[in-house]
Nanobody, 115 residues
Framework: QVQLVESGGGLVQPGGSLRLSCAAS????????MNWHRQAPGKQRELVAF???????NYADSVRGRFTISRDNAKNTVYLQMNSLKPEDTGVYYC?????????WGQGTQVTVSS
């Protein structure tokens, strides 16, 4: 059973920063691409960023240049550093991994950007 546990969400003012963390039980962690998705109220869940097992990254156009995804394989953890946050970044952020042909999701962490 794969478990993903996100943390680090909260309320932040526009222009502020947050760092999300996702601790994963999948092994070996360094073999898997890790993904961050988000779901805004009334909208579909969307991919925000991913990082491959070799460290290659990709981002949604809406966050490129503001968000940075990284991983610490020794800690089995993936991070999402979010800078210059905007109100439209508000939503629930989910960590995801595909393991044995199935997608596993965390419970999500709420990010609210508001003054």
């Amino acid at each position: 059973q794969v478990q993903l546990v996100e943390s680090g969400g909260g309320l932040v003012q526009p222009g502020g920063s947050l760092r999300l963390s996702c601790a994963a039980s999948v092994r070996p962690f360094n073999m898997y691409t890790m993904n961050w998705h988000r779901q805004a109220p009334g909208k579909q869940r969307e991919l925000v960023a991913f990082i491959t097992n070799t460290g290659n990254t990709n981002y949604a156009d809406s966050v490129r240049g503001r968000f940075t995804i990284s991983r610490d394989n020794a800690k089995n953890t993936v991070y999402l550093q979010m800078n210059s946050l905007k109100p439209e970044d508000t939503g629930v952020y989910y960590c995801k991994v595909r393991y044995s042909g199935r997608d596993y999701w965390g419970q999500g962490t709420q990010v609210t950007v508001s003054s």
